[in-house]
């Protein structure tokens, strides 16, 4: 593992894969950023633990699939110990119940490798803010695969789950259940940006989640949006 310590304002992300070659990739795309650093690296579950502990960052980065501690292990016992950090998982197949496991266990969100050095910078920026980092065709094709698995509710336990929210917090939870982003909240209900996120901010503290993946997952959990086709 290599390790940069720091003083600088950027956003600090932590690389956290088995494949030296794919840790490289990456930091060469995000240090090419000036408002981005690599603070470190790790190649397996417990080593990127023992990194983020030590070095804070804001983002990781984390492959799901590794020897030893893989990166649902490692995910969870981060978003129990360092809730402000915010985890990205990597996976090579869009379809990956690996990924989803991840982002059950508290991820933020959730790419492919083979994202665009464009997409990547701007997922790192949009996790940091507490943005969506999954793209609806990602968030689409993850919740098709994860639908059979999820536990519904039928409509009154909907209407249950959901009594804590205003009429307008559900109509803002129910488009962040399609894979909207806040930009494209605010347009569908005729919003401004910053209303939409004062909105979801009291969703995810009412309902109990920790973040937009975990909102989104809830949503098909209780019905109130369905399976994409």
């Not at 070659?21 to 650093?37: F, K, N, S, T």
């Not at 023992?50 to 960052?57: D, F, I, M, Q, S």
């Not at 979801?200 to 309902?207: A, D, M, P, Q, S």
């Amino acid at each position: 593992m290599t390790e940069a310590e720091t003083e600088s304002g950027g956003i600090r992300v932590l690389l956290v894969d088995d494949q030296e070659l794919i840790r490289y990739g990456l930091r060469l795309v995000l240090e090419a950023q000036p408002d981005i650093v690599v603070v470190g690296e790790a190649s397996e579950g417990d080593e990127a633990i023992r990194a983020a502990t030590r070095l804070r960052p804001d983002v990781v980065l984390m492959d799901v699939r590794m020897p030893g501690t893989d990166g649902i292990e490692a995910t969870r016992r981060l978003a129990a110990r360092l809730p402000e950090t915010r985890v990205v998982v990597l996976t090579t197949y869009d379809l990956d119940e690996f990924a989803f496991g991840a982002l059950r266990a508290g991820a933020a969100g959730f790419l492919l490798k083979n994202t665009r050095p464009d997409e990547l910078v701007g997922a790192v920026r949009a996790v940091h803010t507490g943005d969506a980092v999954v793209s609806p065709r990602v968030t689409a094709r993850l919740i098709e695969v994860a639908v059979p698995h999820l536990d519904h509710h039928d409509g009154d336990a909907a209407g249950d789950g959901l009594a804590a929210l205003s009429p307008r917090e559900r109509d803002v939870f129910i488009e962040v259940g399609r894979g909207l982003t806040n930009a494209e909240i605010a347009r569908a209900l005729h919003l401004s940006e910053s209303t939409v996120k004062a909105h979801f901010g009291r969703i995810l503290v009412k309902l109990e989640l920790a973040n937009r993946v975990q909102a989104v997952i809830r949503a098909y959990e209780l019905g109130v949006v369905g399976a994409r086709r």
